[in-house]
Every structure is written in C-alpha cells, then in structure tokens.
C-alpha cells in the first residue's frame, strides 16, 4: 500500500495553502470572527476558482470528480489556517445530498448549500426526524426546528431532513431555500467564531424533495462530513502544535528556554501522539469513504470521531498551557485554534455519542 500522497495532491496543497496565506491570514480570520456572512464574497469566490468546492463533484456536473483523500488535502489547509465560512458545510455536506440540478451551482461556488440534520434533545441522532414533510399541490412543506446548522443563516439553500407523512414513515431530504426561510433562521452562540450555527425553525416551509435520497444517502453525508470534520480538526491541532514548539524554543525562563523543561516537553510529546492517531484515524476513514463498503465506511469515521473529538481539544488545551497568560489573551491566536478544536468535540456528536456507537457495531 502506498501511503504517501500523489504529485497532484501535493501540487492542490500548495495552490490551498499559497491561497489561504495571500487570501485568509489570521488578520482575516480576526476579522470575519463576529461578521455572520463567516466569509467575505471575494475571498469564498476565489477559493472556488481553484476547483476545490468541486472535488466530490462528478465531472459531468462541473466538478473534478475527485474523492474523500482529495478533499481531506483540502481540509487539512483550511484547518491550519482556521479558515471561517461554509466549505465543509458546503462542499461536503451538500455536495453529498445534493441532486444533479443542484450540483454545478455548488461546484463553482455560486450556491453556498449547508445541510440541517438535527433536532433538539436528540443528540447527534439524525435518523428519527420529528420534523414532517407533507406533499401540497405545489411541492412539498416542511414543519419542525432543526438545530446546530452549520453556516444555516449564511446557506442559500439547505438540505433538511424530515420524515415523510405518506404513510411510509420514511426519512426524505428536501431542498429549502434560504430566502424563503428568513427570520426563521436564528444564529446559535457558538464557542468558535469561525464556525457559525443556526437555528432552523420550519412551518409548512416550501421545499423540493430530492429524488433519491433517503436514509442510506444521509448515512453517508454523516460519515463524510464527521470525517470532514477530523481532518480540519487534524490541520488546527497541527497548526497549534507549530506554535508550541517555536514558541517553547523562544520563550526565556529562569535564563533557559522553557523547552527545556521535561513538563513543557512532555505536553508537547503528548500532542504530537494525539496528533498523529488523530491523523491516522481521519485519513484511513477518507480511504473508507473513497474505497470501502457502507459498513466500513461508518466504522471507520466513528472510530476516527471517537478518537479525535477529545484528543484534539485536548492538543488545544496544552497549547494553551505552553503559552501560560499569553495564550489565553485575545491579542494572541492560540485561542483561535483552541475554540476551533473545541467546536470539533461535540460537532456531529462527541466521544460518549461514537463510543456507544463503536460498541453498537461491535457487540450486536
């Protein structure tokens, strides 16, 4: 097996990482940190040109009809960078539900898509939807709150869950526009900036049902995106153990750098062991999702969620400690990839929710 990534994934790398240092530095991750667009317009349509909101894409829809690795090259980039704005939301999360209508709109980056799978007090299950879809004489309307939607009040079009009231009581998706929804879409306070989230409230919202998709299709959108979600958090985590280690070769204490002291060294041993299973979990689940069948598939991401959801935030905790005071003021921006690794913990369910998940696959 070879393991190492391709000329071509190493060429898309740099081309995302030359964009996000010219484009998206820290000043405007700063900048965009309270703005509830997450991104400015020119700078998501410039990510787009590069072809990468496209890469799930097929070739016959406009995009590069690439796969999960692909993407994952992508991701890990954003994630150094805490890049702000709906590409994950998007360019995995709708691109996986979408219908070929939708499709090219989403690849070029014209349509920002996001999608709307939770609902209160159900923690990260998704299957059981109390949200209802009724078929009308001119589609179909939707009635329920979806909660936790990522980017929802940024999202042009939003791709909900519901269950279908024709008897079958099966799980459908359908297309709701984001302008159609206005003041019922409330932004959710967040612990990252970076990463926005609403509150979706429906009441016999017109939608479009797309055709196709049912409960074996979001059980795929959930296990690319959950996996999504590990690699941008395997960026962050990388990205803040940089700036631990330069800074413990830096900072002067008792007229040693604090990199010589065994306790700094070992916080920073232990990040890189958490880094790298983190690392190893969200790659081999962007192969499952590529290359293996559902039920790898699902195996493969929560094992990799289980892992990284609190072995990631706690690499964002020890960055904090390295920088002792200095890491915890707003002016530096250690705590930018903290609350990053933090929003990684509990989106789309924590460590508790894939472990009892990973022994419901094990044991039954």
């Not at 820290?26 to 410039?46: A, L, N, T």
């Amino acid at each position: 097996m070879d393991f190492e990534f391709s000329p071509d994934q190493e060429m898309l790398r740099d081309s995302v990482r030359r964009f996000l240092a010219d484009r998206a530095p820290i000043s405007f991750v700063r900048e965009m940190y309270d703005d509830p667009r997450g991104v400015r317009d020119e700078v998501w349509k410039g990510l787009a040109a590069l072809g990468v909101a496209g890469i799930l894409v097929p070739e016959e829809h406009g995009g590069l009809g690439l796969g999960m690795v692909d993407m994952g090259v992508v991701l890990e980039e954003l994630g150094r960078a805490v890049f702000p704005g709906p590409f994950l939301a998007s360019a995995v999360g709708a691109v996986s539900l979408a219908d070929p209508a939708l499709l090219p709109r989403l690849a070029s980056g014209d349509t920002v898509g996001t999608v709307a799978l939770f609902e209160a007090g159900r923690r990260a299950d998704w299957s059981s939807a109390s949200t209802t879809a009724v078929e009308t004489r001119e589609g179909w309307a939707l009635t329920g709150r979806k909660v936790h939607v990522p980017h929802g009040a940024r999202a042009d079009v939003l791709l909900v869950t519901a269950s279908v009231a024709d008897g079958s009581g099966g799980l459908g998706v359908f297309a709701v526009d984001g302008e159609v929804l206005g003041a019922g879409v409330a932004g959710e306070l967040a612990i990252d900036g970076t990463q926005k989230l609403a509150t979706v409230n429906l009441d016999a919202t017109p939608a479009r049902r797309v055709d196709g998709a049912g409960e074996a299709e979001v059980a795929e959108a959930v296990d690319r995106v959950t996996t999504a979600l590990v690699v941008d958090g395997v960026g962050a985590a990388s990205a803040a153990l940089d700036m631990s280690i330069e800074y413990a070769k830096e900072r002067v204490q008792f007229d040693r750098p604090i990199g010589s002291f065994q306790a700094v060294q070992h916080l920073c041993a232990d990040m890189l062991r958490d880094l790298e299973l983190a690392r190893a979990g969200g790659y081999y689940a962007l192969w499952a999702c590529d290359e293996g069948d559902a039920a790898t598939r699902h195996e493969a991401a929560v094992m990799a969620k289980a892992w990284a959801s609190d072995a990631l935030a706690r690499v964002g905790a020890s960055t904090i400690q390295v920088h002792g005071g200095l890491g915890f003021t707003w002016e530096h921006d250690a705590h930018l990839f903290y609350k990053r690794l933090l929003s990684l913990q509990h989106a789309f369910g924590g460590t508790t929710d894939h472990l009892e998940e990973l022994a419901h696959l094990l044991l039954d």
